[in-house]
């Protein structure tokens, strides 16, 4: 066999014998839930995914519920896995899929990628699990085993690179099994050719890959370009009156989007010229850092608790600075979608 040809030979054989064959979206043609595992599991490890997807299924069993749920109901239980983007483009999806094609999803990984949220790889892999399609998908643990195996230079960073790999994994389909092959990709990524001390001498097919002749495999994928980290600061305000707390729902773009968090204050000064004639009392919390993927947010919890006596209107004039604000008893927030840090905080 051609090297190309043993690849995808050894890979699908590799996979049926030793590939992951018991996570709950397998053994399931259903665009739905293999969609919605597909969406999960950007940037989320498996084992992470399991929990929600199983709730997720439980609340929303098929496309028609989950399009019918208010944004706050994904949000809440999509609350702690981060990347929030995912879950409101997974909503928006799902109600183009039963407005727009009468709750099926399109046959086609073409066709897929028009709408929200889908890529062309999420697309790839939707299209060859439950409608066999032969095409190529190209996550982040595929482009590390592609590269690595054809000792690929070039930079990812680049267009014309990426479309280069992207011709390569194609090149690379076999001619029948496309949903072992695929699963195949994924498994050997997570599995053995991991981004940090790959498992080499396990691996079905180390015999066609340059980077592990070579001993480079560290040196792949090649992406230049750098996420640049920033800091942040801020007094988070945890507000409470008559066993209920103050929480804000912030915009639809940026960090946390359309959750419900506390209100924030750049500095300390401003915090306390806000708060100069408020009665109760406050009590500083335990300082923390909370690590995003292009951010380290410092935060300073301050839990302000006003007296249960003073009449509704002075407590709106309190709460008047922030107009998408609610009140929201324990239970409640809990139940509606919050940022880690904050539910941690609220549960500890």
């Known amino acids: 066999?051609?090297?190309?040809?043993?690849?995808?030979?050894?890979?699908?054989?590799?996979?049926?014998?030793?590939?992951?064959?018991?996570?709950?979206?397998?053994?399931?043609?259903?665009?739905?839930?293999?969609?919605?595992?597909?969406?999960?599991?950007?940037?989320?490890?498996?084992?992470?995914?399991?929990?929600?997807?199983?709730?997720?299924?439980?609340?929303?069993?098929?496309?028609?519920?989950?399009?019918?749920?208010?944004?706050?109901?994904?949000?809440?239980?999509?609350?702690?896995?981060?990347?929030?983007?995912?879950?409101?483009?997974?909503?928006r999806c799902a109600q183009v899929v039963v407005a727009q094609h009468g709750g099926q999803f399109p046959a086609s990984s073409e066709q897929l990628q028009t709408l929200p949220g889908i890529g062309r790889s999420t697309a790839a892999a939707v299209a060859a699990f439950c409608f066999g399609e032969r095409v190529a998908i190209l996550?982040?643990?595929?482009?590390?085993?592609?590269?690595?195996?054809?000792?690929?230079?070039?930079?990812?960073?680049?267009?014309?690179?990426?479309?280069?790999?992207?011709?390569?994994?194609?090149a690379l389909l076999p001619d029948q099994g496309i949903e072992p092959y695929t699963q195949g990709l994924m498994d050997l990524g997570a599995m053995l050719c991991t981004a940090r001390a790959p498992q080499c001498p396990q691996c079905p097919v180390r015999g066609v890959c340059i980077a592990a002749a070579t001993g480079t495999q560290?040196?792949?994928?090649?992406?230049?370009?750098?996420?640049?980290?920033?800091?942040?600061?801020?007094?988070?305000?945890?507000?409470?009156?008559?066993?209920?707390?103050?929480?804000?729902?912030?915009?639809?773009?940026?960090?946390?989007?359309?959750?419900?968090?506390?209100?924030?204050?750049?500095?300390?000064t401003i915090f306390e010229q806000c708060c100069a004639a408020w009665p109760g009392y406050a009590e500083t919390l335990t300082s923390f850092t909370h690590v995003l993927t292009h951010?380290?947010?410092?935060?300073?919890?301050?839990?302000?608790?006003?007296?249960?006596?003073i009449d509704d209107a002075k407590a709106r004039a309190i709460v008047a600075a922030w107009p998408t604000g609610h009140w929201f008893t324990h239970d409640e927030a809990l139940a509606a979608g919050l940022p880690a840090p904050l539910r941690k905080l609220l549960l500890s």
């Not at 896995?81 to 879950?87: F, N």
């Not at 947010?297 to 006596?309: E, G, N, Q």
Request: charged share 20%.
């Open 139 to 170: 996550d982040g643990n595929v482009k590390r085993v592609l590269t690595r195996v054809l000792g690929f230079q070039g930079d990812l960073a680049e267009a014309a690179q990426e479309r280069a790999l992207w011709g390569h994994a194609t």
């Open 295 to 309: 951010l380290d947010w410092t935060l300073h919890p301050v839990r302000w608790r006003l007296p249960s006596d």
């Open 218 to 268: 560290a040196s792949f994928p090649v992406k230049t370009r750098k996420l640049k980290r920033s800091k942040r600061e801020h007094v988070w305000l945890w507000l409470c009156w008559r066993d209920q707390m103050w929480l804000v729902q912030r915009p639809d773009h940026g960090v946390w989007a359309g959750l419900w968090s506390l209100p924030e204050f750049e500095t300390a």
């Open 1 to 91: 066999m051609t090297p190309l040809v043993a690849f995808s030979a050894q890979l699908i054989e590799w996979q049926r014998t030793h590939g992951r064959h018991g996570l709950p979206w397998q053994h399931t043609r259903d665009p739905y839930r293999v969609w919605l595992s597909e969406i999960m599991l950007q940037q989320t490890q498996v084992t992470t995914v399991l929990a929600y997807y199983e709730r997720f299924l439980q609340r929303f069993p098929d496309v028609a519920a989950l399009a019918a749920a208010s944004q706050d109901e994904v949000l809440a239980l999509w609350s702690g896995m981060g990347y929030y983007s995912r879950a409101r483009n997974l909503h």
